[in-house]
């Protein structure tokens, strides 16, 4: 791993990393408060399983305060105000679909998208990563696939009447992480995370997520694909 980081030559010292870094870490630290503060919620819309939900809430605040050590690491001070906006609408379409208690629209959020794009985000990071920053985010990585089952196992169960929610949810949501994608585009790339390999690691992730639920490749194609073309 340290000879992949080597090989891009990344001076993790310098101003123009720390200076992307500082996005890039407020967006994990603020992903990983957000997804605490929304396995809560769901622990209340799903009251049968209240336990498991909490205790992935509790893992999720300890993977913010990793990613905050990360930062103190690198000397970087995390822009958190950057991260609230950059989650802000995807934030706002869950806490709509809670009030509206929209379980199935909540679950493809969290537990979907928001884990599958943390995922690719933390295997596209790994090689690339300073060595304090590497160890944090492989013990991470293994805890969010716990947290992609929970939602896919949910779903797969009530598949059949979550269908056509799945389905709205996709289309409202999806786009939106496109959006994210592309507005720290650069700061990515100046961490040698290439956007290709990220799009790509997602729709991978996504896909098998859909698939373990119930949708066919024919949907799996069109369901994860959406609003691709805003990359």
């Given at each position: 791993?340290?000879q992949?980081?080597?090989?891009f030559q990344i001076d993790f010292?310098?101003?123009t990393?720390?200076d992307?870094?500082?996005?890039?870490?407020?967006?994990v630290?603020?992903?990983?408060?957000?997804?605490?503060?929304?396995y809560?919620r769901?622990?209340?819309l799903?009251?049968?399983h209240?336990?498991?939900?909490?205790r992935l809430?509790?893992?999720?605040?300890?993977?913010k305060?990793?990613?905050?050590?990360?930062?103190?690491?690198?000397q970087?001070t995390?822009?958190m105000?950057?991260a609230k906006?950059?989650f802000?609408?995807?934030?706002?379409?869950?806490?709509?679909?809670a009030?509206e208690?929209?379980?199935?629209?909540?679950?493809?959020?969290?537990?979907?998208?928001i884990?599958c794009?943390?995922?690719a985000?933390?295997?596209i990071?790994i090689?690339?990563?300073?060595p304090?920053?590497?160890k944090?985010t492989?013990g991470?990585?293994?805890?969010e696939?716990?947290?992609?089952n929970?939602?896919?196992v949910?779903l797969q169960?009530?598949?059949?009447?979550?269908?056509?929610?799945?389905?709205?949810?996709?289309?409202?949501?999806l786009?939106?992480?496109?959006?994210?994608?592309?507005?720290?585009?650069e700061?990515?790339?100046t961490?040698?995370?290439?956007?290709?390999?990220l799009?790509?690691?997602f729709?991978?992730?996504?896909?098998?997520?859909?698939?373990n639920i119930?949708f066919n490749?024919?949907?799996?194609m069109?369901?994860?694909a959406?609003g691709l073309?805003?990359?």
């Amino acid at each position: 791993m340290q000879q992949l980081a080597d090989q891009f030559q990344i001076d993790f010292h310098s101003e123009t990393y720390k200076d992307a870094y500082s996005r890039i870490n407020a967006i994990v630290i603020e992903g990983e408060q957000e997804a605490h503060e929304n396995y809560l919620r769901l622990a209340e819309l799903l009251p049968e399983h209240q336990d498991e939900l909490i205790r992935l809430s509790k893992m999720e605040s300890r993977h913010k305060k990793g990613f905050e050590a990360c930062g103190r690491n690198l000397q970087v001070t995390p822009d958190m105000e950057f991260a609230k906006q950059f989650f802000a609408e995807l934030h706002q379409n869950f806490r709509d679909a809670a009030a509206e208690g929209k379980i199935v629209t909540c679950l493809l959020i969290q537990s979907l998208i928001i884990e599958c794009f943390a995922i690719a985000a933390y295997n596209i990071y790994i090689p690339v990563a300073d060595p304090f920053a590497r160890k944090i985010t492989e013990g991470v990585v293994k805890d969010e696939y716990t947290h992609l089952n929970f939602g896919e196992v949910w779903l797969q169960e009530h598949f059949q009447e979550s269908k056509a929610e799945l389905e709205e949810a996709n289309r409202q949501n999806l786009p939106v992480v496109w959006k994210m994608l592309n507005q720290v585009q650069e700061d990515a790339e100046t961490l040698a995370m290439e956007k290709e390999a990220l799009v790509e690691d997602f729709m991978i992730q996504y896909g098998e997520a859909l698939s373990n639920i119930g949708f066919n490749t024919r949907d799996i194609m069109r369901l994860s694909a959406y609003g691709l073309r805003t990359v």
